[in-house]
């Protein structure tokens, strides 16, 4: 294959595997709260392994957070409870938190806190109505457990950061089975847009390969 060959089939490979990065969870903390004073840390899960969340499931005092879809370009409004409602076209990539405290004597405990992300959050869905209209965008192994007890309630808030985009607070008080919201955050600005293969590319690739094969025959 001459060079000029090569230098095609080298491009048409990088549109070929080129894919949408994702815009992710990057860091959290707890500031606050009978869970920090009883041991909790912020732990963010690997959604592949395939774990349960939603019914006492780690009974600990820490703040867990996940990556759920990731860069999906949503053909419908996406109704949230604070901040702005994604709508068609935009690029949305979808995350779940979760605070589930041991079951405590003196009615549940707190945590004050944050979670970070390397791209501007939306919104929030924080009821139980926001919450199932959008777990199509899940896409996860994990096992959702209690999908009609999730959402905050009055003793609870989360919030945008004024000054940090990126940046959701979290202030709950949770016993049983705990607190969780779905945040939706803007494409990462650091990732490059997806580059999908066009017709043409394949049809490069098909000649480019044929060509690879005369080549090798004729050696």
Known sequence: MNKIARLMMAGALTAFSATAASA?????????????????????L?????????????????????????????????????????MAGDIVASHYIGFD???????????????DFDAAIYGIATSTATLFASDYLANTAVNYLN??????????SVWIDPTNANRL??????????????VFTQRSP??????????SGLLLLGALGGLGLKRRRKR
């Open 24 to 44: 992710v969870v990057v860091g959290g903390a707890l500031t606050g709260g009978s869970a920090l004073t009883n041991g909790g840390m912020f732990v963010e």
């Open 46 to 86: 690997d959604p592949s392994t395939g774990f349960s969340i939603g019914n006492d499931t780690f009974e600990d005092n820490n703040l867990y957070a996940f990556n759920e879809d990731q860069n999906i370009a949503i053909t419908a409004t996406i109704s949230v409870d604070i901040g702005t409602s994604p």
């Open 101 to 115: 405290p041991a079951f405590s004597p003196h009615g549940g405990e707190n945590v004050l806190g944050y979670v």
């Open 147 to 156: 999908p009609s007890l999730r959402g905050l309630e009055g003793a609870d």
């Open 169 to 182: 607070w979290v202030d709950l008080f949770a016993n049983t089975p705990g607190d969780y919201v779905r």
């Open 190 to 199: 650091m990732a490059p847009a997806p580059v999908p293969l066009p017709a």
